[in-house]
C-alpha cells in the first residue's frame, strides 16, 4: 500500500471493528423495520461446526412481504453446552426476545436429530417441523439398508472401486468405451447420501457392456479378480429395474429444495404420490429386491409422515397445502381428511373468540316475546326494556358476528369453487393477484407459506462458513463471528444503507 497509495493510512484492527459494529447496528435496524409490518415468520435452525472444533446454531428468519418470499440470518450463537433441546430452545426463545417476535413465530423448521426432534416441542409454543428432505433420506436409506439391496450396493461400490484404484483397467475401460461408441464417462463412486447410490447405478447402466469387456480382456483383468468383480445378471437387473424409482425419488428432493419455491404446502402432496403411486408394489412378477426397497421406504415415510391420522388436519403442512391453489382441490387427503381440513381452515379464518351460539339458549327469549305479545300491544318503554335485554344476552355485536362469518364462509367457498392452477404456477404470484378476491385466505396464506418445506436451501447458504471463524482467526469472539455472518448473509438490507 506504501507504493500503491503512500499516503493511505491503513485502519487498524480496533478502527475495523468499530466499523463491522456500526455496520451490524445499521443492518439490524433495516431489519428490524421490515419484520415490524409482517404478521407471522418460520425459523430454519442450522447447527454447524468450525475447522476450530466450535459448535454454533445459526437462525434463519423467512417471511413475506409484498407476496414475495425473504429469508434472512437473524443469529449466530455459539453452542458450548451439550446441544441438548432445552439449550437449543433457549437459545430460540432469546432471539425472538431479541427481535420482538414474541407470538409471531409460526414453526420452526429442524433437522430430524432424535433428541432435538422427540423433546424441543416440549420446551416452544410454536410448531416445530423436521426437515421432509431428510425425513424422506432416512426413508431411502432403510430400503438400502436390506439385505438383498445392500448386498447390490455393496458389489457396485467394489467393481467401481477397481476403475479407480487400477490405471490399466481405467485406460483399458477408455478404449473399450471408445471401440463400442459409448459416452466416454468415468464411474461415479457412491459416498454418503442415496443420491450418490442413484449416480453411481446410472453410470454403471451407461457403461455395463465397456466394463464387461474389460472384466473379460484376461490381458488387463486377472481371471481370479474378474471373476470377484463381475455382477451376476440378477444384480445388474435390479439396478435396471431399481433406476426409474430412485429418479422418482430424486426428483421429488429437487421439488422441495428448490430455491424459487420450497413451501412447506408440497410436503403431503409429494408424500402422498410416493406412497400410493410409485412405492406400491407392481405385478407378482417384480423384482423381490426392488419390492422389499419399496416396502420398507413406505413403511418408514407412513411411520414419521402419518398422512392417515386426522391430527395431521392442524400442522402447519397441511394447513399451508389448503392454502396452496395448486393443492387446493386436496386429491391426496381421504374424503374424512379433506372435510376435516375445511373445517380446520374455516375455524383459523373465522374471527377470534366467535364461538357458534346454541339454540337452547334462545329459547327462553323466544318463549317471553310470544307471551308479551299473546298478553297486550307493548309500550315503547316495554319495547326499549325488550331491546335492551335480547342485546344483553345476546351481545351488541351479534349480528356483526354473523356477517362476518357468513362472509368468511363464502370466501372458502369461492375459493374452493374455483380450479387450481397449473402446478407450475406459483402460489405467491397467484395470491398477489388474488389477495383482495380472498383478504381473510390471503392473510393466512402470508403466514403458512412461507414455513419451508426442507433446511437444504438454508444450509446452502453456508458453504464457506468455515472460512469466517477458522484457526487464522482464533481472537474472533462469538460476537464477532455473528456480526460477520450476519453482514454477509444479509449483504441485500446493508447495500440499501450504502
Same mark, same amino acid.
Given at each position: 500500500?506504501?507504493?500503491?497509495?503512500?499516503?493511505?493510512?491503513?485502519?487498524?484492527?480496533?478502527?475495523?471493528?468499530?466499523?463491522?459494529?456500526?455496520?451490524?447496528?445499521?443492518?439490524?435496524?433495516?431489519?428490524?423495520?421490515?419484520?415490524?409490518?409482517?404478521?407471522?415468520?418460520?425459523?430454519?435452525?442450522?447447527?454447524?461446526?468450525?475447522?476450530?472444533?466450535?459448535?454454533?446454531?445459526?437462525?434463519?428468519?423467512?417471511?413475506?412481504?409484498?407476496?414475495?418470499?425473504?429469508?434472512?440470518?437473524?443469529?449466530?450463537?455459539?453452542?458450548?453446552?451439550?446441544?441438548?433441546?432445552?439449550?437449543?430452545?433457549?437459545?430460540?426463545?432469546?432471539?425472538?426476545?431479541?427481535?420482538?417476535?414474541?407470538?409471531?413465530?409460526?414453526?420452526?423448521?429442524?433437522?430430524?436429530?432424535?433428541?432435538?426432534?422427540?423433546?424441543?416441542?416440549?420446551?416452544?409454543?410454536?410448531?416445530?417441523?423436521?426437515?421432509?428432505?431428510?425425513?424422506?433420506?432416512?426413508?431411502?436409506?432403510?430400503?438400502?439398508?436390506?439385505?438383498?439391496?445392500?448386498?447390490?450396493?455393496?458389489?457396485?461400490?467394489?467393481?467401481?472401486?477397481?476403475?479407480?484404484?487400477?490405471?490399466?483397467?481405467?485406460?483399458?475401460?477408455?478404449?473399450?468405451?471408445?471401440?463400442?461408441?459409448?459416452?466416454?464417462?468415468? *464411474? #461415479?463412486? =457412491?459416498?454418503?447420501?442415496?443420491?450418490?447410490? @442413484?449416480?453411481? /447405478?446410472?453410470?454403471?447402466?451407461? +457403461?455395463?457392456? $465397456?466394463?464387461?469387456?474389460?472384466?473379460?480382456?484376461?490381458?488387463?483383468?486377472?481371471?481370479?479378480?474378474?471373476?470377484?468383480?463381475?455382477?451376476?445378471?440378477?444384480?445388474?437387473?435390479?439396478?435396471?429395474?431399481?433406476?426409474?424409482?430412485?429418479?422418482?425419488?430424486?426428483?421429488?428432493?429437487?421439488?422441495?429444495?428448490?430455491?424459487?419455491?420450497?413451501?412447506?404446502?408440497?410436503?403431503?402432496?409429494?408424500?402422498?404420490?410416493?406412497?400410493?403411486?410409485?412405492?406400491?408394489?407392481?405385478?407378482?412378477?417384480?423384482?423381490?429386491?426392488?419390492?422389499?426397497?419399496?416396502?420398507?421406504?413406505?413403511?418408514?415415510?407412513?411411520?414419521?409422515?402419518?398422512?392417515?391420522?386426522?391430527?395431521?388436519?392442524?400442522?402447519?403442512? *397441511? #394447513?399451508? =397445502?389448503?392454502?396452496?391453489?395448486?393443492?387446493? @382441490?386436496?386429491? /391426496?387427503?381421504?374424503?374424512?381428511? +379433506?372435510?376435516? $381440513?375445511?373445517?380446520?381452515?374455516?375455524?383459523?379464518?373465522?374471527?377470534?373468540?366467535?364461538?357458534?351460539?346454541?339454540?337452547?339458549?334462545?329459547?327462553?327469549?323466544?318463549?317471553?316475546?310470544?307471551?308479551?305479545?299473546?298478553?297486550?300491544?307493548?309500550?315503547?318503554?316495554?319495547?326499549?326494556?325488550?331491546?335492551?335485554?335480547?342485546?344483553?344476552?345476546?351481545?351488541?355485536?351479534?349480528?356483526?358476528?354473523?356477517?362476518?362469518?357468513?362472509?368468511?364462509?363464502?370466501?372458502?367457498?369461492?375459493?374452493?369453487?374455483?380450479?387450481?392452477?397449473?402446478?407450475?404456477?406459483?402460489?405467491?404470484?397467484?395470491?398477489?393477484?388474488?389477495?383482495?378476491?380472498?383478504?381473510?385466505?390471503?392473510?393466512?396464506?402470508?403466514?403458512? *407459506?412461507?414455513?419451508?418445506?426442507?433446511?437444504?436451501?438454508?444450509?446452502?447458504?453456508?458453504?464457506?462458513?468455515?472460512?469466517?471463524?477458522?484457526?487464522?482467526?482464533?481472537?474472533?469472539?462469538?460476537?464477532?463471528?455473528?456480526?460477520?455472518?450476519?453482514?454477509?448473509?444479509?449483504?441485500?438490507?446493508?447495500?440499501?444503507?450504502?
Amino acid at each position: 500500500m506504501r507504493f500503491v497509495e503512500p499516503e493511505y493510512c491503513v485502519p487498524g484492527g480496533q478502527a475495523v471493528m468499530s466499523r463491522l459494529e456500526m455496520c451490524y447496528d445499521n443492518c439490524v435496524k433495516s431489519l428490524r423495520k421490515n419484520l415490524g409490518g409482517v404478521a407471522q415468520v418460520a425459523f430454519t435452525t442450522y447447527r454447524w461446526t468450525a475447522p476450530t472444533a466450535e459448535s454454533y446454531m445459526t437462525v434463519i428468519c423467512h417471511y413475506i412481504e409484498n407476496w414475495e418470499l425473504r429469508s434472512a440470518v437473524l443469529h449466530t450463537e455459539n453452542i458450548a453446552l451439550q446441544h441438548a433441546a432445552e439449550n437449543i430452545a433457549e437459545k430460540l426463545h432469546s432471539v425472538v426476545e431479541r427481535w420482538s417476535l414474541t407470538g409471531r413465530v409460526l414453526a420452526c423448521l429442524h433437522d430430524n436429530t432424535s433428541n432435538v426432534q422427540a423433546n424441543v416441542p416440549k420446551h416452544v409454543t410454536w410448531e416445530s417441523i423436521s426437515c421432509f428432505t431428510h425425513t424422506l433420506q432416512l426413508a431411502i436409506n432403510d430400503g438400502f439398508s436390506s439385505c438383498g439391496v445392500a448386498c447390490v450396493v455393496a458389489a457396485a461400490n467394489r467393481l467401481v472401486a477397481h476403475f479407480h484404484h487400477c490405471s490399466m483397467a481405467a485406460e483399458a475401460l477408455v478404449r473399450k468405451q471408445a471401440k463400442l461408441q459409448v459416452k466416454q464417462h468415468c *464411474l #461415479i463412486q =457412491s459416498c454418503s447420501g442415496w443420491m450418490s447410490v @442413484h449416480n453411481m /447405478f446410472e453410470r454403471l447402466c451407461e +457403461q455395463r457392456w $465397456a466394463i464387461t469387456a474389460v472384466l473379460s480382456d484376461s490381458s488387463v483383468t486377472k481371471p481370479s479378480a474378474a471373476q470377484k468383480l463381475q455382477m451376476p445378471d440378477e444384480h445388474w437387473q435390479f439396478i435396471e429395474d431399481i433406476l426409474p424409482l430412485l429418479s422418482t425419488l430424486k426428483f421429488a428432493t429437487t421439488a422441495l429444495t428448490a430455491e424459487q419455491s420450497f413451501s412447506i404446502s408440497d410436503i403431503y402432496p409429494i408424500c402422498n404420490s410416493l406412497l400410493q403411486t410409485h412405492l406400491r408394489s407392481g405385478s407378482p412378477a417384480e423384482n423381490g429386491n426392488v419390492a422389499n426397497f419399496k416396502a420398507a421406504v413406505r413403511h418408514s415415510l407412513e411411520h414419521c409422515m402419518k398422512p392417515s391420522d386426522p391430527a395431521i388436519a392442524a400442522k402447519a403442512a *397441511l #394447513i399451508a =397445502s389448503v392454502l396452496d391453489p395448486r393443492h387446493k @382441490h386436496m386429491q /391426496f387427503l381421504s374424503p374424512v381428511l +379433506q372435510a376435516t $381440513a375445511k373445517s380446520k381452515l374455516l375455524q383459523l379464518a373465522s374471527p377470534a373468540g366467535v364461538e357458534p351460539l346454541q339454540s337452547a339458549g334462545t329459547e327462553p327469549i323466544k318463549n317471553e316475546v310470544a307471551e308479551a305479545n299473546e298478553l297486550t300491544e307493548p309500550t315503547p318503554k316495554q319495547m326499549c326494556e325488550a331491546k335492551s335485554a335480547i342485546v344483553m344476552l345476546l351481545g351488541e355485536d351479534y349480528s356483526v358476528k354473523g356477517n362476518v362469518e357468513n362472509a368468511v364462509e363464502n370466501e372458502l367457498n369461492t375459493y374452493f369453487r374455483e380450479p387450481c392452477p397449473s402446478l407450475e404456477c406459483n402460489p405467491l404470484a397467484w395470491w398477489k393477484v388474488n389477495a383482495q378476491r380472498f383478504p381473510t385466505l390471503g392473510k393466512l396464506a402470508q403466514s403458512y *407459506l412461507c414455513v419451508p418445506a426442507s433446511s437444504i436451501p438454508a444450509e446452502s447458504m453456508f458453504p464457506n462458513a468455515g472460512f469466517t471463524e477458522n484457526c487464522l482467526f482464533t481472537r474472533l469472539t462469538a460476537e464477532h463471528v455473528n456480526m460477520l455472518i450476519f453482514l454477509n448473509k444479509n449483504q441485500h438490507y446493508f447495500l440499501n444503507l450504502m
